[in-house]
């Protein structure tokens, strides 16, 4: 797909975020693969971390460390361009704002390598955020930094190689039990979100796209059932920041208190996937859970994801059929927007789990897969950090009208609770 610009009317490339995505990821695992790309990322003292002065300078002496810190800073500036030039967007800004933010998810690394910090298992991604948070709500380096700030870019890669080591036969297992949880979820908690909406008198496009959001996958929904419905922007402004904000601490303390339940890993990461809104907070709390939890979180948010195309479709049918503007006549809704809503960079996990699965050596896929983990894990933090800069906590302190946040706020309280219950249910079954 091409589109044209308005000051020369020649076409720019534009093939959509999430395809550039799935583009953006294969050239990484093709370059492990036939390239044989070996650099790691940066590491500050390996798995032992450091504790004290002597350890702190000898990580950061280390050898090779300049080197994997620039190789590292390339490539994924080179990755990151190509993304946005796929998606039809000017790099502006960009490679200011992504050098910082490169260098403060440098900073985040070092933290988590603490000893005292990995004892208590916080992880890169806290860190990430919490810089990102403090550089987002204080001062204006959010305007200076913003260009590198690609929070979908960032995330939507990173899971894209996250996909590589995922096997097929655990993606087939868990999405199955993940779809039906998801159809189950998806469908309760956004009657019940658009039920307690009009009983707190929250008008009907306000509502609509708040049980989107709540019900299906966070922003990405919300952003769906905006353009299904033509909805209000400043109304949907205010969801974007109720879904982020409200999204941090179910990411820090969801895993927390399902340990602090004894959940199996498989259960917490099916309640994890199931109940944080966002893809990037999904990926954290599944990281803080652990590999398992990280695991089951992804499939099962995938689960939920691939049915925004058709929930999309429902809205609209459910809108066109309100008669909202008062016409007679009813609008035709077309069945291409059920693919036009599909989350394309799913598709790019799963050829990346099919290609690790079945289509190279073992050895290989071994190998290989631990480098492209630890990429994906970068990708992570870069998006942390832009999640971090781009949450603003004064936006619903602005909020004229308070009854929708109140309105997110019990949705989503009955999201944590009744999707755990099915979480506990089939995955306890299943294990």
């Known amino acids: 797909m091409a589109e044209a610009t308005k000051a020369t009317g020649k076409k720019r490339l534009n093939v959509g975020q999430d395809w550039a995505t799935v583009i953006a990821g294969f ?13 790691s990322i940066p590491s500050f003292g390996g798995k032992a971390g450091w504790h004290d002065t002597e350890t702190f300078s000898a990580a950061l002496s280390a050898v ?12 994924f500036l080179f990755i990151a361009l190509a993304g946005l030039f796929l998606s039809g967007e000017k790099p502006g800004k960009f ?61 939507k890669t990173g899971l894209v190689l996250l996909g590589a080591t995922i096997l097929f036969s655990d993606l087939l297992t868990a999405g199955s039990f993940g ?65 982020l904000i409200v999204a941090i601490p179910m990411m820090i303390f969801m895993p927390v208190i399902a340990k602090w339940m004894g959940l199996a890993d498989e259960i917490t990461g099916a309640w994890l996937g199931g109940t944080i809104d966002t893809t990037g907070a999904v990926v954290g709390a599944g990281t803080i859970a652990g590999d398992t939890g990280l695991k089951y979180a992804t499939i099962v948010k995938f689960s939920q994801n691939v049915l925004l195309g058709l929930a999309a479709f429902a809205i609209s049918v459910f809108w066109a059929y309100r008669n909202h503007n008062g016409e007679g006549k009813r609008e035709r809704v077309p069945l291409k927007i059920i693919w036009e809503r599909f989350p394309k960079f799913v598709l790019g996990f799963m050829a990346a789990s099919l290609l690790f699965s079945f289509l190279i050596d073992k050895e290989l896929a071994a190998t290989s897969g ?12 870069l998006a942390f950090i832009s999640i971090g800069i781009e949450t603003r906590f004064s936006d619903l302190a602005r909020a004229e009208n308070k009854r929708p946040v109140y309105s997110f706020l019990i949705a989503q309280g009955f999201n944590i609770i009744f999707t755990l219950v099915i979480a506990y249910v089939l995955f306890h079954l299943m294990f």
């Open 27 to 39: 050239i990484i695992i093709l370059m492990v693969i036939l390239v044989k790309y070996s650099i």
């Open 64 to 75: 090779g460390l300049l080197t994997s810190i620039g190789a590292t800073y390339i490539l």
């Open 95 to 155: 490679i200011t704002g992504y050098t910082f933010i490169f260098i403060l998810a440098l900073m985040a690394q070092l933290l988590s390598s603490y000893v005292p910090f990995k004892n208590l298992g916080l992880e890169t991604v806290l860190f990430s955020l919490a810089i990102g948070l403090i550089i987002g709500n204080t001062g204006n380096l959010r305007q200076w930094l913003g260009g590198g700030a690609q929070t979908e870019l960032y995330v």
């Open 179 to 243: 779809l039906i949880q998801s159809v189950i979820v998806v469908v309760t908690v956004w009657y019940f979100a658009f039920w307690v909406s009009r009983k707190m008198k929250v008008d009907d496009e306000f509502a609509t796209m708040l049980s989107s959001a709540v019900s299906i996958c966070g922003v990405s929904a919300a952003i769906a059932t905006s353009g299904a419905i033509n909805g209000d922007k400043k109304k949907l402004s205010v969801i974007i920041s109720l879904v």
């Open 370 to 381: 631990k480098l492209i983990k630890s990429f994906s894990g970068f990708w992570f933090n």
